[in-house]
């Protein structure tokens, strides 16, 4: 489904945003 495709991407951008934000922090 194209939809959950969609989300699927969203919530791995996500997930490296946070990861990235996270990185930041600690260095």
Known sequence: DNQLAMLFT????FRVDQMIRQWERSH
């Open 10 to 13: 969203l919530a791995n951008l």
